[in-house]
């Protein structure tokens, strides 16, 4: 059960549940991807998020309620309804949720149960800790490999390799259980033979011992994850234990 810190000074559990959305969107939205402020950014998503799970994934039906929450597009509905269709794809997740609280409103679910619902859906997102966590680690790690002048070294690619390793050791009881993981998910798009088993198990045997707080503090994310921990907690965790700002 999550506590809510504001008992005192209760909010309608709708508005909670748009501000769970928001938070979640924060760390979702690429920032390169913005070209005006990010909280008006986000708060747009919102309203085709709300059109969508009100219109019942349907987006014809979602369309007419974006035209009522934003009539200016009423001049080109075909402009509203094409990123009707993108959101639907880039935000199921959040969709879900707010279809959950919508649903779970009529069923006269308790604000309680439907606030920790929508919470479990919306921290649920494992492709976007994963890639965040890719983020951190990258950061964390740049500060261990140096530069250097020989143009055939690819700094990026070496770190990103090195990310990559962590996430697996990280997610795994055993180095062979890692190896394991890494070595179908790199045969799905790396040249057969480029990687062998061996190969992986001798680099990972390598490179855990010289990773280890990086390893740790991914682990402490998966822990925190399975605990149904917010993505921005998670994400701040891991960074104060790697020290980064």
Same mark, same amino acid.
């Given at each position: 059960?999550?506590?809510?810190?504001?008992?005192?000074? #209760?909010? #309608?559990?709708?508005?909670?549940?748009?501000?769970?959305?928001?938070?979640?969107?924060?760390?979702?939205?690429? /920032?390169?991807?913005?070209?005006? /402020?990010?909280?008006? *950014?986000?708060?747009?998503?919102?309203? $085709?998020?709300?059109?969508?799970?009100?219109?019942?994934?349907?987006? $014809?039906?979602?369309?007419?309620?974006?035209?009522?929450?934003?009539?200016?597009?009423?001049?080109?509905?075909?402009? @509203?309804?094409?990123?009707?269709?993108?959101?639907?794809?880039?935000?199921?997740?959040?969709?879900?949720?707010?279809?959950?609280?919508?649903?779970?409103?009529?069923?006269?679910?308790? $604000?309680?149960?439907?606030? /920790?619902?929508? =919470?479990?859906?919306?921290? =649920?997102?494992?492709?976007?800790?994963?890639?965040?966590?890719?983020?951190?680690?990258?950061?964390?790690?740049?500060?261990?490999?140096?530069?250097? /002048? $020989? #143009?055939?070294?690819?700094?990026?690619?070496?770190?990103? =390799?090195?990310?990559? &390793?962590?996430? *697996?050791?990280?997610?795994?009881?055993?180095?062979?259980?890692?190896?394991?993981?890494?070595?179908?998910?790199?045969?799905?798009?790396?040249?057969?033979?480029? *990687?062998?088993?061996?190969?992986?198990? @001798?680099? *990972?045997?390598?490179?855990? #011992?010289?990773?280890?707080?990086?390893?740790?503090?991914?682990?402490?994310?998966? =822990?925190? &994850?399975?605990?149904?921990?917010?993505?921005?907690?998670?994400?701040?965790?891991?960074?104060?234990?790697? &020290?980064?700002?």
């Amino acid at each position: 059960m999550i506590i809510h810190t504001d008992s005192d000074n #209760p909010k #309608p559990i709708e508005k909670k549940v748009q501000e769970l959305i928001l938070n979640k969107l924060f760390f979702k939205v690429d /920032d390169e991807q913005i070209f005006i /402020d990010k909280e008006n *950014f986000i708060s747009l998503i919102l309203f $085709d998020i709300i059109a969508i799970a009100v219109g019942g994934y349907d987006i $014809d039906e979602a369309l007419k309620v974006a035209l009522e929450i934003q009539p200016h597009y009423k001049a080109a509905p075909d402009t @509203k309804r094409n990123e009707l269709v993108e959101a639907a794809e880039q935000f199921a997740i959040e969709v879900d949720a707010y279809y959950h609280y919508l649903d779970s409103k009529n069923e006269q679910i308790d $604000d309680d149960t439907i606030y /920790d619902g929508v =919470s479990y859906i919306l921290n =649920s997102d494992d492709e976007l800790v994963t890639k965040r966590l890719h983020e951190v680690m990258m950061q964390a790690i740049e500060r261990k490999v140096p530069e250097m /002048d $020989d #143009p055939k070294f690819d700094r990026e690619s070496l770190i990103d =390799s090195f990310a990559n &390793q962590v996430r *697996f050791i990280a997610s795994n009881e055993t180095i062979d259980e890692a190896v394991e993981e890494a070595y179908y998910e790199y045969a799905s798009y790396i040249e057969v033979g480029l *990687f062998t088993k061996p190969y992986l198990k @001798k680099e *990972f045997e390598r490179f855990a #011992p010289l990773a280890q707080d990086e390893i740790n503090a991914y682990k402490m994310a998966l =822990s925190l &994850q399975n605990q149904n921990a917010e993505i921005g907690m998670i994400l701040a965790t891991v960074k104060q234990i790697l &020290q980064l700002a």
